[in-house]
């Protein structure tokens, strides 16, 4: 029985003339880490909020279809039940601060005190979630003097000690520079060897094949390609539909119509791959 | 009843408390920035007039109100008026729903809106400026004397003020009437607190104009009703306006909140 | 700039350990006895004997007479100058050349004055020696709606950062050859592009933040709790009691013998 399940889901913003998600059908067994790839506009980040159940209950517009999360019918659950099941974390860290508390550890804390925790497991909860994501000796900083990266992990964080069963990542790393995305990766990697049920929408090809379980490309608002990362990411449908690849993918594509890469291998996405193939040209 | 709640009620999404704290805190930014710019307006309720047009007028209400006593934290002086700047969005939603903001108006009423007001705001300073005690109460001179007596002043008046009204107001005539008023509103209401508070000064540049009042011999609380009516009309005229503006550069999905 | 928008005064007194609630009865006593007693001396002997020593107790009398002082004195001398010196008809005291000081305007301003010292030096009080989060927690443990109290607590930690902002936005647009000085025209027209990037500019994430704030359970139903802890005691909830009823003697009393 897969932990997450989308079936026949369409939906449509309510100021819009198209879809932004047409007959999605998706399943996410527990313990799994999916990456969604897609151009800008194919519906990753509708999907994340699909996900969380901000749509329908804040996006408003129609939603059809059934989205089931840990046995919870996103339609029928109020939004504030919801948070519970789904954490959220999206790009902007900036704007995941929520202003009402002077310090990290407070900030964190903001989440469990409005689901009404006693104060002892607030505080164990919060702990925990600093040593997971790294920031402990952030604890008495205020959150807005904190680097991008830091801020991330702070809203990372937050959402953890919530201790939600899924945790939906939009773009979590696309607003920061190299450093703020490897410490954000890196917790990100550490989460999924613990078992969280991990969906990540995603530009960066090369993380994503370092550690993600499936990747599931979007275009137009449906599938066009689900699998393993080797797979999907180093498949020509991906740049045809305007999605990123990695460079190693496009440099030994372009080596193979001139036979430097060796005939029938699969093309390469990260580094080592690229180096193996070469090497046995 | 019920309703009355629920509508009220139904405007203070999460998406509007989100927004308020911005909103005051854009008064704040934008009342500094008009001093450091040393510019004879107050132009301090931009952000609560956003949030009466985004929100509703009962969310302009609450921002006004939060506003002045937040913003008393750090100038006590301001948090006595609480009631005015709440009073302030309360109409800036009113003229939000009403349609204020989203119509355009033909440039001939900005220059009328412009050329009355300037008028009458000549009329009002010149009737005070001569104005008599006899027997120990005051008397206002009559209209029709006044216009003869300074005929030319009037007259520039209009023109100025139909030129200001054409340049200012553009094709926003709507939104700058809604601010005319709400001033003149805005002006009678803070008089009282003004006259029993503060004994009848306000401990800033306007205080020019009660000495002038006070000195033609009016009372504490028309002086201060004066002084208001003054400064408040063209003041809430402009915010509107910068607010009108402002609302014409936002993307089209805003306004659906 | 990190510091929140508060005039909250960091000090170790036993005025800081009192309950919130405590201070702000105190406050709200205040303020109506500002209001409502009719003797004009009341209110500086008020402000000397309660007021000032509750300052010292709290290691904040420095930081309070000075904000007193910075603010009470445009009025005090406004107010003097304006409704001492043309009062209109009365009892001169002096003359100095076309305008005399008459009796009834000098009472008068000796009596706001005293109100506005009053009135500012409570509240100053109060805001020096009062967190604003553990007030707005106070509040919430007697049913102060928690969205109202986000609000309070949000705004006084933004308005810095937009302040700033502010600044930062004027400097860039200096340096694009904005004019800021001259005639009024020319900094009027200096206004629309200092204003609009700012207001654009913070609207844009407002959306994005009801979302993270209502991924942290915002709006949950359940009953909501705190990480801080406010000491309280049975003296001062007994202490509280007593002011408000002297407070409420004080209205009554003052409506009756008008």
């Not at chain 1, 329908?56 to 019918?73: C, N, Q, S």
């Amino acid at each position: 029985m897969a932990l997450i399940e989308l079936s026949n889901v369409t939906y449509t913003y309510p100021a819009a003339k198209f879809p932004a998600l047409q007959n999605l059908n998706l399943q996410v067994n527990e313990g799994e880490l999916v990456a969604l790839v897609g151009a800008n506009g194919a519906g990753k980040s509708t999907l994340c909020y699909t996900l969380a159940g901000f749509v329908p209950h804040f996006y408003r517009g129609e939603l059809k279809g059934t989205v089931a999360v840990a046995g919870v019918d996103t339609h029928t659950t109020p939004l504030s039940e919801l948070v519970l099941t789904v954490g959220l974390v999206f790009q902007n860290p900036f704007s995941q601060i929520s202003g009402s508390k002077f310090t990290v550890y407070e900030e964190i804390a903001f989440g469990l005190e409005n689901i009404g925790l006693p104060r002892e497991e607030m505080k164990a909860r919060v702990e925990k979630a600093m040593t997971l994501t790294g920031i402990v000796d952030l604890a008495g900083r205020s959150p807005y003097a904190l680097s991008g990266g830091q801020q991330q992990r702070v809203a990372l964080a937050s959402i953890l000690a919530m201790a939600p069963k899924v945790l939906v990542l939009d773009e979590p790393t696309s607003q920061l520079d190299p450093i703020g995305t490897r410490e954000v990766f890196q917790v990100i990697k550490t989460l999924s060897q613990q078992g969280v049920t991990i969906i990540m929408a995603e530009h960066k090809i090369e993380w994503i094949a370092t550690f993600a379980d499936r990747v599931v490309a979007l275009a137009g608002g449906e599938i066009i390609l689900q699998g393993k990362p080797e797979e999907v990411l180093a498949s020509p449908l991906l740049p045809e539909h305007g999605i990123g690849i990695s460079r190693y993918t496009s440099v030994a594509r372009l080596a193979a119509q001139e036979s430097l890469w060796p005939a029938g291998r699969r093309l390469p996405v990260t580094l080592t791959e690229a180096l193996d193939g070469f090497a046995n040209t | 009843m019920n309703n009355i709640i629920n509508s009220i009620k139904k405007e203070f999404t999460t998406t509007t408390l989100v927004l308020i704290p911005v909103a005051i805190a854009i008064n704040i930014a934008i009342g500094e920035l008009v001093v450091r710019l040393n510019l004879p307006v107050y132009l301090d309720s931009i952000g609560t007039i956003l949030v009466g047009v985004l929100a509703g007028p009962w969310a302009g209400l609450v921002t006004g109100a939060l506003a002045n006593i937040i913003w008393g934290l750090i100038r006590p002086s301001s948090a006595p008026f609480f009631y005015v700047a709440a009073v302030i969005g309360l109409m800036a939603g009113l003229a939000g729903r009403w349609g204020a903001f989203n119509r355009e108006s033909p440039r001939w009423l900005s220059v009328l809106i412009g050329a009355v007001f300037f008028f009458s705001l000549a009329m009002f300073i010149l009737a005070f400026i001569n104005l008599q005690v006899v027997d120990g109460f005051p008397v206002f001179p009559s209209m029709a004397g006044l216009l003869r007596q300074y005929a030319l002043v009037f007259i520039a008046a209009l023109i100025i003020g139909g030129a200001i009204g054409y340049f200012l107001l553009q094709n926003g005539a709507y939104a700058g009437s809604a601010g005319l008023i709400t001033g003149v509103v805005a002006a009678i209401i803070s008089a009282p607190t003004v006259a029993i508070v503060f004994g009848g000064v306000t401990g800033s540049g306007t205080d020019l104009l009660v000495a002038a009042f006070r000195a033609s011999g009016a009372n504490i609380l028309a002086s201060a009703l004066a002084q208001g009516a003054v400064s408040d009309p063209f003041d809430k005229m402009l915010s509107f306006m910068v607010v009108w503006i402002i609302l014409r550069s936002l993307p089209a999905r805003f306004k659906a909140r | 700039m990190n510091s929140p928008f508060s005039l909250y005064v960091a000090r170790e007194s036993g005025l800081h350990h009192l309950h919130p609630l405590t201070k702000l009865t105190l406050t709200f006593g205040l303020l109506i006895a500002a209001l409502a007693l009719p003797w004009i001396w009341a209110t500086y002997i008020l402000t000397a004997l309660v007021i000032v020593p509750l300052s010292v107790w709290g290691h904040i009398a420095r930081p309070l007479l000075r904000a007193i002082w910075t603010t009470v004195m445009p009025f005090a001398i406004s107010v003097f100058l304006i409704q001492g010196l043309l009062w209109g008809s009365g009892t001169e005291l002096f003359r100095l050349g076309p305008v005399s000081l008459k009796q009834e305007g000098f009472v008068f301003a000796t009596a706001s004055t005293g109100r506005i010292l009053m009135i500012f030096g409570a509240f100053l009080l109060f805001a020096m020696a009062t967190r604003p989060d553990t007030l707005m927690i106070a509040l919430k443990q007697i049913g102060f709606p928690g969205g109202l109290a986000y609000i309070i607590v949000t705004t006084i930690q933004i308005v810095p950062r937009f302040q700033a902002k502010a600044n930062t936005i004027l400097d860039a647009q200096r340096s694009r050859g904005l004019e800021t000085e001259g005639n009024i025209l020319v900094r009027a027209r200096a206004l629309l592009p200092l204003v609009m990037p700012l207001v654009l500019g913070s609207l844009v994430d407002v959306e994005e933040r009801a979302i993270a704030v209502e991924a942290r359970a915002f709006n949950s139903k359940r009953r909501e709790t705190s990480l801080v802890e406010i000491t309280d005691s049975q003296t001062q909830q007994i202490a509280r009691w007593l002011m408000m009823g002297l407070t409420v003697g004080i209205l009554i009393a003052r409506v009756i013998w008008r």
